[in-house]
């Protein structure tokens, strides 16, 4: 964390300057007789002057700011503490110094000073550092809403070390730290989709690779079969080479579709907040059962993905990576209505076997959904009573 | 040469190609000692084949090394018997396990029961194919290299049973600025791996294991690693912990450590320096703390806050 020293001079100081200056004045051309206390106060107070001077320009020359955990991630509500290392190089102390931190308000600190600014927290600590030595200050917080925080502004107020006032450093530049909170998991019903993966019950589409762990059988060798492919019991037995034959690999998937669009403007829907926390929980059932799923939103991003996307993956990994994509969706975002989008995910993704949206379905959504349908897709919607399946023609056209 | 000796001339082979790794050197010799299997780990291009090239290099006996790509059998590991058509017998054919020193590159490019046909010859030193037994000669160390699972695609995370028998996991890490540059004079016209010469004959390193059974862990320093161990057994985040083979594994190791510092006796810095390369790769994470943290910070904050043994409990004569 980089300051930039910004000096005030105290007002105390500045009439002790300015009398001093007069005094000198008034002696130069008027040749007054001075107190001998008099001169030895205002000398006194100059070398005062004199020394924080020195004091402001050379202490922080030597000082160190830097923030111990570089990320932090937690689930809302949870408590976490920001550690913050100061470490003076130098010769020149800190006394009862105050550091104030202003961040996201993603986060609440404990001890919460209000700045009048929304959307913010701020808190202040008061350390002490003595002179080549370091000091961690602990900042207790609670995760307060699902997003990313991150320090907008730390100043830090120093004391002069004769007197008279403060004066500040104020951080330059941005801070290499971020507070990842996720969304909290709201638990959702979806009895349908929670049947165990054996045969049958999921719709399962083919491959076109095989599985060489699970044979099927045997046939004929051919002059392009792979000789690790041969089934070496099997030819001794029947006196000619035979081919191991393999069961074909399948795959069960989900897509999760987020709309982030309302249907009546540009703003997200009422209760996204809502439909990500249910989409934290029902992706924690699909890591815990071992379903890959992937994430697109229609939120438009600036890369080659165009949309917001997780990729497919499953397991503890996968999940840790959805929680930090859901923490990340910025819902006051360029967004293309949702029927557009779902035509840009029928047109350039695999559609995988469950495909699952959040959001209210109006025709021209239930139209392109349709479409998906058609690929061999389940639909499945996720509003705020869970999910369930879709039912064209506005049956579960539920308000999100 | 004694084994202080051996270890400075371990270094000094390994920093011709490694520049800057000599504490990571050091742990490979510790794992050496215990002919444990080792785990490198890192991003892509910080060195992991090159260093596991080295070390077998340096270490001497007979070398092979597996590629993992995900179309990998078993069999292509273990080896399988083939049907000879003109003798109408089968030929046993032993995979590239039949070595001394076995790299297994990219292993987590492989599926899991791929990745599970090395289990029986890390654990137990011998493979079976179609019933028949066979021991492979001592010693038998992998050296296995991943890259960490940042991507799903790909890439299968190893099976737990598999990552237990890993003596310990090294994290290569990116070199410093000075590394880098030093690095940048050494890769010249010539490859630094052709200077590497063997140091230990493949006797030697089965007798340097004699060396550790002098090295005593006494009572409290035994308690001091159950209450390690246990903690990571109960901490909140923590799905599995630390299985009495890592016990084992941590307390030879903590030896080896102890012989290399010119001590006969181990003491808790021993185990507080070993440890998270010895336990972090062992601990499974429930879905709360794989969201929430890793288990090397899970290890490094148990070694941290967990009690040490004082001073007169565990260094003899000592006070």
Same mark, same amino acid.
């Given at each position: 964390?980089?300051?930039?020293?910004?000096?005030?001079?105290?007002?105390?100081? *500045?009439?002790? @300057? $300015? !009398?001093?200056?007069?005094?000198?004045?008034?002696?130069? /051309?008027? =040749?007054?007789? %001075?107190?001998?206390?008099?001169?030895?106060?205002?000398?006194?107070?100059?070398?005062?002057?004199?020394?924080?001077?020195?004091?402001?320009?050379?202490?922080?020359?030597?000082?160190?700011?830097?923030?111990?955990?570089?990320?932090?991630?937690?689930?809302?509500?949870?408590?976490?503490?920001?550690?913050?290392?100061?470490?003076?190089?130098?010769?020149?102390?800190?006394?009862?110094?105050?550091?104030?931190?202003?961040?996201?308000?993603?986060?609440?600190?404990?001890?919460?000073?209000?700045?009048?600014?929304?959307?913010?927290?701020?808190?202040?600590?008061?350390?002490?550092?003595?002179?080549?030595?370091?000091?961690?200050?602990?900042?207790?917080?609670?995760?307060?809403?699902?997003?990313? *925080?991150?320090? @907008? $502004? !730390?100043?830090?107020?120093?004391?002069?070390?004769?007197? /008279?006032? =403060?004066?500040? %450093?104020?951080?330059?530049?941005?801070?290499?730290?971020?507070?990842?909170?996720?969304?909290?998991?709201?638990?959702?019903?979806?009895?349908?989709?929670?049947?165990?993966?054996?045969?049958?019950?999921?719709?399962?589409?083919?491959?076109?690779?095989?599985?060489?762990?699970?044979?099927?059988?045997?046939?004929?060798?051919?002059?392009?079969?792979?000789?690790?492919?041969?089934?070496?019991?099997?030819?001794?037995?029947?006196?000619?080479?035979?081919?191991?034959?393999?069961?074909?690999?399948?795959?069960?998937?989900?897509?999760?579709?987020?709309?982030?669009?309302?249907?009546?403007?540009?703003?997200?829907?009422?209760?996204?907040?809502?439909?990500?926390?249910?989409?934290?929980?029902?992706? *924690?059932?699909?890591?815990?059962?071992?379903?890959?799923?992937?994430?697109?939103?229609?939120?438009? =991003?600036?890369?080659?993905?165009?949309?917001?996307?997780?990729?497919?993956?499953?397991?503890?990994?996968?999940?840790?990576?959805?929680?930090?994509?859901?923490?990340?969706?910025?819902?006051?975002?360029?967004?293309?209505?949702?029927?557009?989008?779902?035509?840009?995910?029928?047109?350039?993704?695999?559609?995988?076997?469950?495909?699952?949206?959040?959001?209210?379905?109006?025709?021209?959504?239930?139209?392109?959904?349709?479409?998906?349908?058609?690929?061999?897709?389940?639909?499945?919607?996720?509003?705020?009573?869970?999910?369930?399946?879709?039912?064209?023609?506005?049956?579960?056209?539920?308000?999100? | 040469?004694?084994?202080?000796?051996?270890?400075?001339?371990?270094?000094?082979?390994?920093?011709?190609?490694?520049?800057?790794?000599?504490?990571?050197?050091?742990?490979?010799?510790?794992?050496?000692?215990?002919?444990?299997?080792?785990?490198?780990?890192?991003?892509?291009?910080?060195?992991?084949?090159?260093?596991?090239?080295?070390?077998?290099?340096?270490?001497?006996?007979?070398?092979?090394?597996?590629?993992?790509?995900?179309?990998?059998?078993?069999?292509?590991i273990t080896g399988l018997n083939i049907y000879n058509p003109k003798t109408q017998e089968f030929d046993l054919r032993i995979g590239p396990v039949d070595t001394n020193i076995l790299l297994a590159d990219e292993i987590n490019r492989a599926t899991p029961r791929t990745q599970s046909a090395l289990l029986?010859?890390?654990?137990?030193?011998?493979?079976?194919?179609?019933?028949?037994?066979?021991?492979?000669?001592?010693?038998?160390?992998?050296?296995?290299?991943?890259?960490?699972?940042?991507?799903?695609?790909?890439?299968?995370?190893?099976?737990?049973?598999?990552?237990?028998?890993?003596?310990?996991?090294?994290?290569?890490?990116?070199?410093?600025?000075?590394?880098?540059?030093?690095?940048?004079?050494?890769?010249?016209?010539?490859?630094?791996?052709?200077?590497?010469?063997?140091?230990?004959?493949?006797?030697?390193?089965?007798?340097?294991?004699?060396?550790?059974?002098?090295?005593?862990?006494?009572?409290?320093?035994?308690?001091?690693?159950?209450?390690?161990?246990?903690?990571?057994?109960?901490?909140?985040?923590?799905?599995?912990?630390?299985?009495?083979?890592?016990?084992?594994?941590?307390?030879?190791?903590?030896?080896?450590?102890a012989l290399l510092r010119g001590r006969d006796y181990v003491i808790p810095e021993d185990i507080k320096y070993i440890a998270p390369f010895v336990i972090s790769h062992r601990l499974v994470l429930n879905i709360e703390g794989s969201t929430l943290t890793t288990p090397a910070i899970i290890a490094q904050e148990i070694i941290e806050t967990l009690e040490v043994p004082v001073e007169y409990g565990v260094a003899r004569n000592e006070v």
């Amino acid at each position: 964390m980089k300051f930039k020293a910004d000096f005030k001079d105290s007002k105390a100081m *500045s009439f002790f @300057i $300015g !009398a001093a200056i007069i005094l000198f004045l008034l002696n130069v /051309f008027y =040749t007054i007789d %001075l107190n001998a206390m008099l001169i030895a106060s205002l000398g006194l107070f100059i070398s005062f002057a004199l020394l924080n001077h020195l004091y402001e320009t050379h202490m922080p020359k030597k000082l160190k700011i830097e923030i111990m955990d570089k990320e932090m991630r937690m689930y809302k509500g949870q408590e976490g503490k920001m550690r913050i290392k100061i470490v003076q190089e130098g010769l020149l102390p800190i006394l009862e110094g105050r550091l104030t931190i202003t961040a996201r308000d993603n986060i609440r600190f404990d001890e919460e000073h209000n700045n009048g600014t929304r959307h913010h927290t701020m808190t202040s600590v008061r350390f002490t550092v003595m002179p080549r030595s370091s000091t961690v200050i602990e900042i207790p917080f609670v995760g307060h809403a699902r997003g990313v *925080s991150k320090i @907008i $502004g !730390a100043r830090m107020e120093i004391p002069r070390i004769f007197g /008279f006032s =403060t004066f500040e %450093l104020k951080q330059s530049g941005t801070v290499n730290h971020e507070i990842i909170v996720y969304p909290d998991r709201y638990a959702t019903h979806n009895d349908q989709m929670a049947t165990p993966p054996i045969q049958g019950s999921f719709q399962q589409k083919n491959a076109l690779f095989n599985d060489p762990m699970l044979t099927t059988g045997t046939r004929e060798y051919l002059p392009q079969d792979s000789m690790r492919d041969i089934h070496w019991k099997a030819s001794a037995r029947t006196g000619g080479l035979q081919t191991k034959r393999y069961e074909k690999t399948t795959k069960v998937t989900w897509m999760i579709l987020i709309n982030l669009q309302s249907d009546v403007s540009y703003m997200p829907p009422e209760n996204i907040e809502t439909i990500f926390e249910k989409i934290a929980f029902i992706t *924690s059932q699909a890591a815990e059962n071992g379903i890959p799923y992937k994430i697109i939103s229609n939120m438009v =991003t600036f890369d080659n993905r165009s949309f917001f996307s997780l990729e497919e993956g499953s397991g503890a990994r996968h999940y840790k990576r959805t929680l930090e994509a859901l923490s990340r969706i910025n819902t006051v975002t360029y967004t293309v209505p949702f029927e557009r989008f779902l035509k840009h995910v029928r047109l350039h993704e695999e559609i995988p076997a469950h495909v699952i949206f959040t959001g209210k379905a109006d025709a021209a959504i239930e139209a392109e959904l349709s479409m998906f349908r058609a690929k061999g897709a389940h639909i499945f919607q996720l509003d705020t009573h869970g999910v369930a399946p879709f039912e064209a023609h506005g049956v579960r056209g539920v308000s999100v | 040469m004694n084994i202080k000796e051996k270890l400075e001339a371990f270094k000094k082979e390994v920093g011709k190609v490694m520049v800057g790794q000599e504490e990571i050197a050091e742990l490979i010799f510790v794992s050496l000692l215990q002919r444990g299997h080792i785990l490198f780990e890192s991003v892509p291009g910080t060195g992991k084949t090159m260093l596991s090239k080295t070390v077998a290099r340096a270490v001497g006996g007979t070398f092979k090394r597996i590629q993992f790509t995900p179309d990998i059998l078993p069999s292509d590991i273990t080896g399988l018997n083939i049907y000879n058509p003109k003798t109408q017998e089968f030929d046993l054919r032993i995979g590239p396990v039949d070595t001394n020193i076995l790299l297994a590159d990219e292993i987590n490019r492989a599926t899991p029961r791929t990745q599970s046909a090395l289990l029986e010859v890390m654990g137990e030193k011998q493979v079976t194919i179609d019933g028949e037994r066979i021991s492979i000669e001592e010693p038998f160390i992998v050296l296995a290299t991943q890259n960490p699972i940042e991507s799903s695609q790909g890439n299968f995370d190893l099976p737990e049973a598999q990552l237990d028998r890993f003596l310990m996991k090294i994290d290569l890490g990116y070199p410093s600025r000075e590394e880098e540059k030093m690095m940048l004079g050494l890769h010249g016209h010539t490859h630094p791996l052709d200077a590497v010469t063997p140091i230990f004959t493949k006797d030697e390193i089965v007798a340097l294991q004699d060396e550790l059974s002098g090295v005593e862990v006494n009572g409290t320093i035994q308690d001091y690693i159950l209450d390690l161990i246990h903690s990571t057994r109960e901490h909140e985040y923590v799905e599995i912990g630390v299985s009495p083979r890592g016990t084992l594994a941590l307390v030879q190791a903590a030896k080896g450590v102890a012989l290399l510092r010119g001590r006969d006796y181990v003491i808790p810095e021993d185990i507080k320096y070993i440890a998270p390369f010895v336990i972090s790769h062992r601990l499974v994470l429930n879905i709360e703390g794989s969201t929430l943290t890793t288990p090397a910070i899970i290890a490094q904050e148990i070694i941290e806050t967990l009690e040490v043994p004082v001073e007169y409990g565990v260094a003899r004569n000592e006070v």
